[in-house]
């Protein structure tokens, strides 16, 4: 049985207060299910110091380098030692805003399974690749840029987050359907490669307008097994909704 992790991403928002409100109401998160709270750099040590036991703290990104001149970049190391479990690798923000290829996200997610953090990948397709019938070829490379790069089984006791690019942050969510499909489909080429024992373990979360209102349906589906949630992880009531969803699903 996969206990569900809902992950809130706040990408570059959030602040000293948010921080404190979401811990309020993280407070009452009853264990079924796990949470997880992914804020920018500089909140991590208030976030670290704040929220209750038992929630988890993430990062949105991480260098591929252990240490040296690598001006603006974070390691995993020093993300560990700030408190994180998990750590957000290969965001389609990242890939498409700042040119972060296949082979980079590879690296980060070595690294940061080198020191001993979670990573969450992202992966997922463009609403053009969608509509050429293009989704399992992008999102099949995604993967097998990560399993290239790992020696022995990737995704053992990691996390995938599939966040289909057309319906992030646009309101447009993934029927449960073409999402249970993606979902599906990512856990039979983890398999094939990493042993169906890590792929019937691993956490596969959905990512695109996951709010209160459909979360209930997309952790319905066999193979969702939480979600990585942007704006409504900035709402902390909402937030705690998508978690309970989880919890009671
Ligand atoms: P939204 O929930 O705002 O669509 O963002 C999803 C996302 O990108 C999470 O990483």
Redesign the pocket.
């Not at 319906?167 to 309101?171: K, L, N």
């Given at each position: 049985m996969r206990r569900k992790l809902i992950?809130g991403?706040w990408?570059m928002n959030g602040d000293q207060d948010l921080v404190r409100r979401v811990a309020e109401h993280a407070a009452d998160s009853g264990g079924g299910a796990e949470m997880a709270v992914?804020p920018p750099f500089p909140l991590l040590a208030a976030a670290a110091s704040q929220l209750p036991f038992g929630v988890a703290l993430g990062a949105?990104d991480v260098s591929e380098y252990e240490a040296g001149a690598y001006t603006g970049e974070v390691s995993a190391g020093m993300l560990l030692e700030a408190g994180c479990r998990y750590v957000?690798v290969g965001?389609?923000?990242r890939r498409t805003l700042y040119g972060e290829d296949n082979g980079r996200v590879a690296g980060k997610f070595v690294a940061a399974r080198g020191a001993g953090l979670t990573p969450i990948l992202?992966v997922g397709e463009t609403l053009a690749e969608r509509d050429a019938e293009r989704t399992e070829v992008v999102v099949g490379e995604q993967l097998d840029a990560i399993m290239d790069a790992v020696d022995g089984p990737a995704f053992q006791g990691a996390v995938i987050?599939y966040?289909p690019v057309w319906?992030?942050?646009?309101?447009r969510?993934a029927t449960p359907d073409q999402a249970q499909a993606v979902h599906a489909f990512i856990r039979q080429r983890v398999a094939e490669r990493d042993g169906s024992e890590v792929a019937d373990q691993l956490r596969l979360l959905y990512?695109?307008?996951?709010?209160a209102e459909n979360a209930a349906e997309l952790l319905a589906q066999p193979d969702i097994d939480g979600?990585?949630?942007?704006?409504?992880?900035l709402d902390p009531e909402s937030f705690l909704s998508i978690y309970n969803a989880a919890a009671e699903g």
């Open positions: 992950a991403n990408k992914c949105q957000i965001h389609s923000e992202c987050a966040e319906a992030i942050g646009t309101g969510t990512g695109g307008s996951m709010k979600g990585l949630i942007g704006g409504a992880s």
